[in-house]
């Protein structure tokens, strides 16, 4: 269609919404208007299919004398490569993994081949922009009347409506052809490793992560991305269910790894925490722990049901003790006494037991075990004892703050 044409349709639109003004009946001017349109739309629409029916018979006999050289420039090379190399050299090249390009062809399971918009992006944009360009003719020449004339407002109100709408179509349309383009270009960076990080597509992009990833979630909104994922964190595009699998067992390692590493942190802290508590009570402790260890050590050992009983206490009284000094640190000074003689003692009388229990049964060895045992009873005792006086010293310390309560009470008439 020739300008002159379209000129003719705004001047059709402009008379239509003058006589509507003047005669007052506004009733068909929409249907009048859109018929007008639609007539003009259709007359365009035709020429281009005839231009584009003319093109492609042009490129399809193009194509055909092209293909059919190509065919024979092939059909004689091969002829002619055949003569000279073995059978299995004639091998198809489709056929020949060594020449299988992977994802030659797009995935339908995982892409849009034809993206959503690149359609209607064209139909928004030739029906919107020729709706804005005939309306535009219209809203000139009626704005010319108002202003020469000073004929009514209406139709200059009309025509600038049928403008603002025909541009939002025509932008939306653009926009539905710049999103089926982008799309292509996330394909292109995601179809091969069916993975790819918003930070890379933002780069090859030229644009922000933040407009990557709106962008993105709109096409898994559409269905263009057919199986396509964000992750957790919003840093990455997977394409497929299976890969999406795969992240999901590397992220729960991951975040087990995590977890791990936090806990091993807070009891690290923890102990850290414990041991300025304590001061020097924790060095204290950790040697007394060791000397239990020691104690349940010779216990698996030794077989004998007696000496075994005897060391299950010898483990309770010496763990309870130093439990109460964990509890009560400034009780370490008590315990210096134990460390520096009981507990080496004890420890030289179970090594030596230990040793003589896997020795014949001579009367000399039975002796010792015996008098070994009696000393361990003795050490058993003194330990009662200890644990006894360290108990005894909270109790008077409380049985003091009962007294110091009561005398309280008294004086403030309570009792």
């Known amino acids: 269609m020739d300008r002159n044409e379209w000129y003719r349709t705004g001047e059709n639109i402009r008379d239509q919404v003058q006589q509507a003004v003047e005669t007052g009946n506004f009733t068909n001017l929409g249907k009048n208007i859109g018929d007008t349109v639609n007539a003009t739309l259709n007359s365009t629409v035709r020429e281009m299919n005839r231009t584009v029916e003319t093109v492609g018979e042009s490129v ?5 004398v092209v293909g059919d ?3 024979r420039a092939v059909n004689d090379v091969a002829q002619g490569f055949t003569k000279n190399t073995p059978v299995q050299a004639a091998v198809p090249y489709k056929n020949r993994p060594e020449y299988r390009r992977p994802n030659e062809r797009l ?31 219209a809203l000139i020449g009626t704005v010319g009347d108002l202003v020469m004339y000073s004929a009514s407002v209406v139709p200059v109100v009309i025509s600038g409506i049928f403008t603002a709408a025909g541009l939002f179509l025509g932008t939306r349309g653009a926009q539905f052809l710049g999103r089926a383009r982008r799309y292509k270009r996330y394909v292109d960076m995601v179809k091969d490793k069916l993975y790819c990080s918003i ?22 909104q559409l269905g263009m991305f057919k199986q396509g994922r964000l992750d957790q964190k919003e840093t990455c595009l997977i394409a497929s269910n299976e890969m999406y699998d795969q992240y999901m067992l590397v992220q729960k ?29 924790a060095e204290v402790i950790e040697e007394g722990k060791n000397y239990v260890r020691l104690i349940r050590q010779c216990n698996d050992e030794i ?8 060391l299950d206490r010898l483990e309770i009284l010496v763990t309870r003790i ?37 020795q014949p049964d001579l009367s000399n060895v039975a002796q010792t075990k015996r008098e070994i045992e009696t000393a361990v009873d003795n050490i058993n005792e003194a330990f009662e004892k200890f644990l006894d006086e360290l108990f005894r010293e909270k109790a008077w310390d409380i049985q003091s703050d009962i007294s110091v309560l009561h005398t309280m009470m008294k004086q403030d008439g309570l009792l």
Not at 111 to 133: D, E, I
Not at 267 to 276: F, L, M, N
């Open 107 to 137: 995935d339908t399971r995982l892409f849009q081949r034809t993206p959503q918009g690149s359609v209607s992006g064209w139909v928004y944009m030739g029906a919107g922009y020729g709706l804005m360009g005939v309306s535009l003719l």
């Open 69 to 71: 050289s190509i065919s």
């Open 253 to 281: 390692d991951y975040e087990e790894q995590q977890k791990k590493l936090e806990i091993e942190k807070l009891t690290d802290e923890r102990k850290k925490q414990e041991k300025e508590r304590l001061g020097e009570a």
């Open 199 to 220: 930070q890379d597509m933002a780069r090859r992009m030229g644009r922000s992560e933040r407009f990557v990833v709106k962008d993105v979630k709109r096409m898994i």
């Open 322 to 358: 130093f439990d109460r000094v964990k509890e009560e640190p400034e009780l370490t000074s008590e315990l210096r006494k134990m460390l520096s003689f009981y507990l080496p003692t004890t420890k030289k009388l179970l090594e030596a037991y230990r040793d003589l229990d896997g």
């Open 60 to 64: 399809n006999r193009t194509v055909g």
């Open 303 to 310: 077989p004998g049901e007696e000496m075994s009983d005897k």
